[in-house]
């Protein structure tokens, strides 16, 4: 059994093979630890000296990156530009008026007062970011991407003006990258699962938008009954902790007042543009439209597929 099947995720069928899994257990394809427990999960991504973010964050372990990027540092690097970041997004008050199509609409508004540009700009980021986030190959994946870096070049947000030109446009990208798909997919889910308002971040809890991030072992540890090696790979997968039943009686029941779930992750990365989507969130819960009928297979966020 792969956990990183697409198929085990458009059914659901992956809430059973994870039941059938250890908190932490070794997975041989492609090689990681599959941490499913949630104060297993919780402290992985808490604690960036024993678990870092420098290698990647993908499935495999990447080279360091070459730059200064948020999502790829570890603190100190990470402080000042998480803490540049977070000033920036509170600040924003996004517009949001009725769209005939709500699920791209809300987003895409929402990045409008992010980079401060107009919808057509937007819009075409957007396109861009779809393009990126399911790329059936490399090449086609590596042409986004640079049409991505022209359309960032010309933007002129004073968003980390004070930054290098190389790692300000990474740090554009990947606003661009982690605010769109994600929240365009939790709103295609608050669509299917029609939740009251208080129930939303049950929602959140029992379908997370984006289902796992990675890590590398920086040295040799034991995790829950594990032991783990220094240059290991790591692989938190946020459905399974949000369902650890020591932690969430009856897990697979919605509930209010649980504890807080790991859909926006924890710790020094936790998502900076969480309560921009729950903004969005709250905005649609009234009046949701039906789902949309086709979504992309991924093990990483299925979103809509509007093609
Ligand atoms: C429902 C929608 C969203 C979900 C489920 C989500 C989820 C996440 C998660 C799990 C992380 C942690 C990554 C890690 O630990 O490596 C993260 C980080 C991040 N998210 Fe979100 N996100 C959402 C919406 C947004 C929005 C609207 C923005 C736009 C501001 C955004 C920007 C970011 C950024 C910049 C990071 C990297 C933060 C860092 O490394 O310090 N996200 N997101």
């Not at 009046?287 to 093609?307: D, Q």
Request: proline letters at 11%.
């Amino acid at each position: 059994m792969d956990l990183l099947d697409p198929s085990l995720y458009a059914d659901g069928s992956i809430h059973r093979h994870f039941r059938q899994l250890e908190p932490v257990s070794w997975q041989p394809r492609p090689g990681y630890w599959a941490v499913l427990g949630y104060p297993e999960a919780h402290r992985v991504l808490s604690e960036p000296a024993n678990f870092s973010s420098a290698f990647g964050t993908g499935i495999v372990s990447d080279a360091r990156a070459h730059f200064v990027s948020l999502n790829l540092s570890d603190p100190p690097v990470h402080t000042p530009l998480r803490r540049h970041l977070s000033h920036w997004l509170k600040t924003l008050q996004p517009d949001f008026h009725p769209e005939i199509e709500p699920l791209r609409g809300l987003p895409r508004q929402t990045l409008q007062a992010i980079l401060q540009i107009g919808e057509t700009q937007a819009s075409q980021l957007q396109q861009l970011a779809v393009r990126i986030a399911y790329a059936p190959h490399k090449a086609t994946w590596r042409q986004a991407e640079d049409e991505l870096v022209v359309q960032l070049a010309l933007l002129h947000t004073p968003l980390g003006m004070h930054l290098s030109t190389t790692d300000r446009l990474y740090l554009l990208r990947l606003l661009v990258l982690s605010g769109l798909e994600s929240t365009t997919t939790a709103l295609a889910s608050l669509c299917q699962h029609r939740p009251q308002p208080a129930l939303i971040e049950e929602m959140l809890r029992l379908h997370p938008p984006i289902q796992r991030f990675g890590r590398r072992v920086m040295r040799d540890l034991r995790l829950g009954p594990c032991d783990l090696k220094e240059g290991d790979r790591v692989l938190v997968f946020f459905a399974a902790a949000n369902r650890d039943p020591r932690v969430f009686s009856q897990p697979h029941q919605w509930r209010l007042g649980r504890p807080p779930h790991l859909s926006f992750g924890a710790g020094p990365h936790r998502c900076p543009g969480a309560s921009l989507a729950r903004r969005q969130l709250h905005w649609l819960a009234p009046n949701p439209p039906p789902p949309p009928e086709r979504y992309y297979r991924s093990s990483f966020s299925a979103g809509p597929n509007f093609g």
